[in-house]
Antibody, heavy 117, light 108 residues
Framework: EVQLVQSGAEVKKPGESLKISCKGS????????IGWVRQMPGKGLEWMGI????????RYSPSFQGQVTISADKSISTAYLQWSSLKASDTAMYYC??????????WGQGTLVTVSS | DIQMTQSPSSLSASVGDRVTITCRAS??????LAWYQQKPGKAPKLLLY???RLESGVPSRFSGSGSGTDYTLTISSLQPEDFATYYC??????????FGQGTKVEIK
């Protein structure tokens, strides 16, 4: 069974750093793109970026380029999303997703990030 | 970036109704379109891809159509479990995808 399991909710202060994770199982982790999607409270879905764990090829939405870093460790089938300096506006639910070639067919359960002083 | 515009932003319907949601792209996307359903507090779920292909396990009352810039999601007979928010997404742009703003389907 394909699963994407994300790390737990985080509460951080502005200016702090953060790295959240997404562990894939039940499929060949290095053969599918893994992406990240943001959903701010009460709002819609925004694609942030994507990585191909097989060769670490990474692409970012222009809206998120330079704001976050996406990485992956294929030895443990885990993708990451990280911030070096959080802002209150980063408060959102973050989903990791698998992309087989069309839409995003599997989604993680989501990681809620709250940034507040 | 390709912009995706969904309409309506919300609608009220009754169980058994036929419901149609439209998604328009700012340029042609050659059927590179997916539809998702999201229920409150849950991750979105893929319903259709390639504009009209049903994802495995999705009920046949869901269907998709369209071409060029205009696409439609239809629910032939709305069921209680279908009340949710629906999003379209284009994946025509290489490794650069955008979602519509969502359509909330509520109980009349």
């Amino acid at each position: 069974e394909v699963q994407l399991v994300q790390s737990g909710a985080e509460v951080k202060k502005p200016g702090e750093s953060l790295k959240i994770s997404c562990k894939g199982s039940g499929y060949s982790f290095t053969s599918y793109w893994i992406g990240w999607v943001r959903q701010m409270p009460g709002k819609g879905l925004e694609w942030m970026g994507i990585i191909y764990p097989g060769d670490s090829d990474t692409r970012y939405s222009p809206s998120f380029q330079g704001q976050v870093t996406i990485s992956a460790d294929k030895s443990i089938s885990t993708a990451y999303l990280q911030w070096s300096s959080l802002k209150a506006s980063d408060t959102a639910m973050y989903y990791c997703v698998r992309r087989p070639g069309g839409g995003f067919d599997y989604w993680g359960q989501g990681t809620l990030v709250t940034v507040s002083s | 970036d390709i912009q995706m515009t969904q309409s309506p932003s919300s609608l009220s319907a009754s169980v058994g109704d036929r419901v149609t949601i439209t998604c328009r792209a700012s340029q042609g996307i050659s059927n590179s379109l997916a539809w998702y359903q999201q229920k409150p507090g849950k991750a979105p779920k893929l319903l259709l891809y390639a504009a009209s292909r049903l994802e495995s396990g999705v009920p046949s009352r869901f269907s998709g159509s369209g071409s060029g810039t205009d696409y439609t999601l239809t629910i032939s007979s709305l069921q209680p479990e279908d009340f949710a928010t629906y999003y379209c997404q284009q994946y025509y742009s290489t490794l650069s995808w955008t979602f519509g703003q969502g359509t909330k389907v509520e109980i009349k």
